[in-house]
């Protein structure tokens, strides 16, 4: 009878610790906020482009200045890339003449490396109003695009050169701009 007595009060007092020992619980909010972050970056070696007019086919048929790899992107999400010139009419470095930005055209390709599923890619004339040239349903991290810069030809510049300067040059700074969509 001891024995069962003794069983009894284990078995009790073990129910009792079990019971005083109260679980308390308590809860957090987890917020994980993503900011969007959009970088557009112009290859460091890539800062001047000359479309120079050497020869009458340059002149009739036009030149081209393709830029490997010229924009390198960065977007946490869907991105619009624009392209703009900071004037219309571009004028001559050492005169008051000018050309027309709209001549000069821009094509945005794919880069060489870590190309975007489902981007779209334009040709496009060069103004003051910022145009899209690239858009893109999704973002990526380190997004290259090759640019290609197109000069006016079927001889629309033949009587823009002056013979006080050779060669004669016309200058425009163009800006690229990349934003969320």
Known sequence: MKKVILFAAILFAGVSVANAQV????NVTLNVKLNPIQTI??????KNIDLEYKTTVNYDEGVS?????????????????????????IKRVNGAETISASTIKVKAEVGSTNPL????????ALSTTATNLINSGTGGVDKNFNITYI??????????????ENPTVYSTTVTYTIAAQ
């Open 117 to 124: 599923a489902g981007q779209t890619m334009a040709e496009v």
């Open 151 to 164: 000069g006016l030809g079927g001889d629309g510049y033949v009587n823009n050169y002056f013979n006080d």
């Open 41 to 46: 970056v112009v290859n460091s070696t890539q």
């Open 23 to 26: 679980t308390n619980t308590d």
């Open 65 to 89: 200045s393709l830029q490997a790899d010229h924009l390198n992107i960065y977007s946490t999400g869907a991105f619009i890339v624009q392209v703009a010139s900071n004037v219309d009419d």
